[in-house]
């Protein structure tokens, strides 16, 4: 699950494609909103996540702190079913970024889309898009510098410091890393 329509949708998109072992199947929904109204939707009584054994909800930070939202998704996981929250500092481009370089230390969202149409050479009109050649087989590298050097990691389901992500555990629980 998402609320990215561009630049998510499409990377979720086609990490669903890469997902190939047996007995793991993802699908992509993208839901429009804010993350909070993402979560409101998936608790609603039109939404049954029963037949999950796990949901991923992957956001940006944009500037806001995302301890309610990820709060929230704790409270949606049951026995049956555990809600991860993926929130990426300040945005999604710190993942696509790390396939192709380690991440700078960027002060904002806009630091981290410039530096993502310099390692891709898209232009400012195609910034939300994933270029054809993009790096799929570089997730491990991409794991390992998502954040800086002296951070590390952040935990499942934390919001770590600017800029990090916790896209790898969602790599990892899909088995592709």
């Avoid at 072992?21 to 939404?47: E, N």
């Avoid at 909800?57 to 929230?72: C, N, P, S």
């Avoid at 806009?110 to 891709?120: P, V």
């Avoid at 939300?128 to 951070?151: E, I, T, V, Y």
């Amino acid at each position: 699950m998402t609320n990215g329509r561009v630049t998510e949708d499409a990377y979720l998109r086609q990490l669903c494609r890469r997902v190939n072992h047996d007995g793991i199947s993802a699908k992509v929904k993208v839901i429009k909103g804010d993350p909070l109204t993402v979560v409101k939707q998936l608790g609603g009584p039109r939404s049954d996540l029963s037949e999950y054994e796990e949901v991923w909800i992957v956001v940006d930070h944009d500037g806001r702190d995302r301890h309610d939202f990820l709060a929230k998704c704790r409270r949606l996981s049951s026995k049956r079913t555990v809600v991860h929250g993926v929130v990426s500092v300040p945005c999604f481009e710190v993942w696509l970024n790390a396939h192709y370089a380690p991440v700078k230390n960027y002060q904002n969202q806009a630091d981290a889309q410039a530096h993502y149409r310099e390692l891709t050479g898209l232009s400012s009109k195609d910034a939300k898009m994933l270029p054809d050649d993009f790096p799929w087989d570089r997730g491990s590298q991409a794991a390992a510098r998502c954040h800086l050097p002296m951070d590390g990691l952040p935990e499942p389901d934390t919001q770590g410091p600017c800029p990090s992500t916790t896209m790898p555990h969602l790599l990892r629980s899909l088995g592709l890393l």
